[in-house]
């Protein structure tokens, strides 16, 4: 290989683009890494796995991985390579073993495997966390402090707590419906969706969570929505590219490592100011009320200001960012499929909650709108917010379907593997919700538990679907964020039609359009059109 092509190679993937091709002695030396890479060699079985082929035979599949689309090439290369349940690729030195069988993923998941998250990909959040680098319960490397976190904050998720959220939940809903009613009376041919959710599901964990009202729902300035987006997109990528941060130190005033910096400084802000509100609950008066919310049981925490701001930033982001697209991806699916629409409608106008005239949705009501929550499984499954999924690490030899791996070898659970994969599902690529009532109806009738009818795992069925992961490393906010998107859906479906809006173009101008900002999204957002129900 020419040394100099190999240089530009290496420095293109792995630096920023601003300066990837002016500094050839950084190039000479990352060329040296690579060529230790390329010496590379198996000492277990995972060369006997199939696979793509690589981009570079000195970077491995990294030009493929560190791109905000990465869960395109997760979900193509699962298609082509995924029959077995698990593919192989490589990142620079890193051995990773793609897995999107449910049954193999449930060993790696489970309480029983205890296998860690790999760090050197999760650490890359540290900075937006914390000023010192404190990590959250999300990637901390200390497991008791993980479990004293789970274990505090879990009665904040309690079914008790999530139906007493309700009410809030549908105060900020109708008043971002009223804006968005006033948006269309103002003449605005259509509504950016993911901005609209991210407004609702930011005033409710705020509130609810934080004691702290962004009154966001009303369309006001809200400066998160100016700094987080970002944020997460070059977390995305330097979770597969480790020199990324490094040039961002290094040249600290090339444009764009100087804007990561205000905007990491400008979150760090928000971190405080948030904290000061936990930090002033008055936990005796929360005993007393038998109050779990989540600022209750942050202040409960036994740490530091240090260590528990990075955990109040791991909750705010988690609580709204993920809960939003989920939203925003199911409405999209609402206005682009007429059919769906119209079932919708006519079950949310036989619970009277349909049009100017509809009562207020009730928390009872989500458990009576079985179509509703089709609906919004099958956006989840198609378009799941998490498609990069779970990363852990083998701490010792292990055997996976069949395989030796060696111990430090990459675990890869990408969740838009798992669930879009034909290998697992039919009709693997369709808007599908009626699959959810042809397996419940199976169900029924066998007396077996509720979950997809996979293809080829049918001894497993439940473990298909895994939006939120499973084990004890789950989410911990499911329940709160499933009520949150039904509600939410229901309001907006309930006042308005919805469209989809031509800039948007055909279903595929929006898959070319998705990337990974931590969470999938579209790269122009949603952007639907609303006509008011008459």
């Known amino acids: 290989m020419n040394s ?19 500094l050839p002695g950084v190039s000479l030396a990352l060329l040296a890494l690579a060529i230790s890479i390329w010496f590379f060699q198996a000492s277990d079985d995972w060369a006997k796995l199939p696979g793509p082929p690589p981009a570079s035979k000195l970077l491995g599949h990294l030009p493929q991985m560190n791109v905000l689309n990465v869960h395109r090439f997760w979900q193509d290369s699962c298609q082509k390579y995924g029959a077995k349940g698990m593919f192989k690729v490589r990142l620079l030195h890193m051995k990773v073993v793609v897995v999107s069988d449910p049954v193999l993923i449930q060993a790696i998941v489970s309480r029983a495997s205890d296998l860690p998250k790999a760090a050197q990909l999760y650490d890359t959040v540290d900075e937006l966390f914390s000023p010192v680098g404190h990590r959250s319960f999300f990637n901390t490397h200390d497991n008791d402090e993980w479990r004293v976190v789970r274990k505090t904050t879990a009665p904040a998720f309690s079914p008790a707590m999530i139906r007493k959220a309700f009410p ?6 109708s008043e971002l419906c009223d804006a968005l009613a006033a948006k269309v009376a103002a003449g605005e041919s259509s509504v950016e969706m993911s901005e609209a959710a991210m407004r609702v599901t930011l005033d409710v964990i705020g509130s609810t969570g934080y004691g702290y009202d962004f009154k966001a729902r009303t369309f006001a300035r809200c400066e998160l929505f100016e700094i987080i987006p970002p944020l997460l997109g070059e977390f995305t990528l330097r979770s597969t590219n480790p020199a990324r941060a490094a040039a961002h130190r290094c040249l600290p005033f090339l444009p764009e490592a100087r804007r990561f910096r205000q905007r990491v400084q400008a979150c760090h802000k928000w971190w405080r100011i948030l904290l000061a509100s936990v930090r002033q609950t008055d936990l005796a008066a929360a005993a007393a009320e038998g109050d779990t919310s989540l600022r209750v049981c942050l202040a409960q925490l036994p740490f530091t200001d240090e260590q528990l701001m990075p955990n109040v930033a791991a909750y705010l982001i988690a609580g709204f960012e993920t809960t939003a697209h989920s ?24 619970a009277g909650l349909l049009g100017p005239a509809a009562r207020r949705l009730e928390f009872g009501d989500l458990a009576a709108l079985p179509f509703l929550n089709c609906v919004l499984k099958e956006a989840m499954r198609l378009h799941p917010v998490a498609s990069n999924g779970s990363i852990r690490k083998a701490d010792k030899e292990i055997s996976l379907g069949g395989y030796r791996l060696a111990p430090g070898t990459l675990l890869w659970i990408p969740f838009i593997a798992l669930l879009t994969s034909r290998h697992n599902w039919e009709r693997a690529d369709e808007f599908w919700p009626e699959r959810w009532e042809l397996e419940g109806q199976a169900a029924a009738a066998t007396g077996a538990a509720s979950g997809p009818t996979p293809v080829g795992n049918a001894s497993n069925p439940a473990l298909t679907y895994l939006p939120f992961s499973s084990g004890p490393r789950d989410c911990i906010g499911q329940n709160l964020a499933l009520m949150e998107a039904r509600a939410v859906i229901a309001s907006i479906v309930g006042r308005f039609e919805l469209g989809v809006a031509p800039e948007m173009g055909s279903r595929e101008d929006v898959r070319n359009d998705e990337v990974m900002k931590l969470t999938l999204q579209c790269s122009k957002g949603i952007r639907l059109t609303l006509k008011p129900r008459q």
């Open 4 to 22: 100099t092509m190999a240089a530009s190679d290496l420095s293109g993937a792995l630096l920023p683009q601003a300066w990837a091709g002016s």
């Open 168 to 173: 809030k939940l549908m105060d900020v809903t």
């Open 327 to 350: 939203i925003a991806w199911s409405l999209y699916e609402v206005a682009s499929n007429p059919a769906v629409q119209r079932r919708l409608e006519a079950e949310l106008c036989g």
